[in-house]
């Protein structure tokens, strides 16, 4: 167990859940491993290939311990966490914070020091750990303080990636927990309308994350299209509507600007090259994992501030991202002024802008910066402050 701090820029990686949901078996997860690296996911940054619910068999053994599914995990656990290590990645499952999990397998309630201990003999390096089945009157915040303190002595590096949706003003008590990550909301679907009900209820809650607790926005939808297999689990109605490229293009610049963990959720072995570009936009992951951790603040366009708005992140080495978003459903002008970021006239300087998805340099503004968007549509600048007079 190393003694440095986990997640100090917000984890990457691949969930099981949004595509496979209760469907998921070693073959899979080796086929996403492999996929990682053949696909360059690794060298974009991703590292964590997580399990999510559905994973074990419906009782424990008699010893208490968590049993891997009998067929869909036939060699267990370890041999799969080691086939990911040895592609150079790292190893993720699930559990939770009741007595079972939102699928009905056994939670951790009760049974936290030995589930964090067969984690770590497993080569278990992320932990996603749910809300489900919790006791009424076991309050949630010292569930989360039970399971942070056993990882944090389970002998290994293990990330504890809370979910518990946002419940309980979570924020407030989260980052004592010891978690890296924390889930704020309900769960994602692979539509539109979801993406930016979560964008909505997430601006003006930068404070509340940062480097080692992050907030978790939930896993990506990128490149889904519709294919999502977990409406089954959670009784929806069938398939879900997917996304256009633009609005997963949208989704992913948001995520990375408000400091969300990346997960993967599409099945990445069918992914289109359009997902691929966007989940690997080298320029847009770096400003996601700043070392710094500055979360954005938010400038709203004055005549619809609920959907088009510029949201403004300090980087280290005193570049700034802008992002600029029209979550309207109509084209709309906006206009972002520069001293509403603190860049007045006066101080002579000017912002030079740089599209990230473009990769173009579209030259020096001062005082202000117009733009026209699309509906659903952004544009992410790297901006750099440049002496003008
Ligand atoms: C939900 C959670 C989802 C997924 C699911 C599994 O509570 O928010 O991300 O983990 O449970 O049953």
């Not at 990682?36 to 590292?47: P, Q, R, S």
Request: one cysteine or more.
């Amino acid at each position: 167990m190393s003694n440095l701090p986990l997640a100090k820029t917000p984890p990457m990686g691949w969930n099981s859940w949004n595509t496979f949901g209760w469907n998921i078996n070693e073959e899979l997860i080796r086929g996403i491993a492999d996929k990682f690296v053949e696909l360059g996911l690794k060298d974009a940054g991703y590292e964590y290939v997580v399990i999510d619910d559905c994973w074990s068999e419906k009782e424990r053994d008699e010893n208490g311990r968590l049993v891997p599914d009998r067929n869909k995990f036939p060699n267990g656990i370890k041999p799969v966490a080691d086939y990911v290590h040895s592609k150079g990645l790292k190893f993720g499952i699930y559990s939770c914070a009741g007595t079972h999990t939102c699928a009905g397998y056994p939670g951790s309630f009760e049974h936290e020091f030995v589930d964090a201990q067969t984690f770590a003999e497993w080569g278990v390096d992320y932990l996603k750990y749910d809300y489900c089945y919790r006791p009424i009157h076991a309050p949630g915040e010292n569930l989360y303080k039970r399971m942070g303190m056993a990882l944090r002595n389970c002998g290994r590096d293990i990330v504890f990636s809370a979910c518990n949706w946002g419940n309980d003003d979570v924020w407030r008590w989260i980052r004592e927990s010891g978690a890296q990550l924390y889930r704020s909301t309900g769960d994602i679907q692979d539509n539109w309308q979801s993406i930016k009900n979560i964008v909505v209820s997430q601006i003006d809650r930068e404070c509340y994350g940062g480097t080692y607790c992050w907030n978790d926005m939930d896993m990506l939808t990128v490149g889904m299209h519709g294919k999502g297999d977990n409406t089954e689990v959670l009784g929806g109605e069938g398939k879900l509507a997917g996304c256009s490229d633009i609005q997963y293009k949208t989704h992913f610049a948001l995520w990375a600007m408000m400091n969300s963990p990346l997960m993967i959720g599409c099945d990445i072995r069918k992914a289109s090259s359009e997902a691929l570009k966007i989940l690997s936009n080298k320029e847009i992951i770096e400003i996601n994992q700043d070392i710094e951790g500055r979360g954005p603040y938010c400038i709203k366009q004055w005549n619809n501030p609920d959907h088009v708005f510029s949201l403004i992140k300090p980087l280290s080495g005193g570049d700034y991202a802008i992002g600029m978003f029209n979550l309207s459903d109509s084209a709309s002008e906006m206009s972002l002024q520069f001293f509403d970021i603190g860049l007045p006239t006066a101080s002579g300087y000017g912002l030079s802008f740089h599209e990230c998805h473009s990769g173009e340099d579209e030259g020096v503004f001062t005082e202000r910066r117009a733009v026209r968007l699309e509906p659903h549509d952004c544009y992410v600048y790297r901006c750099k402050l440049v002496k003008v007079k």
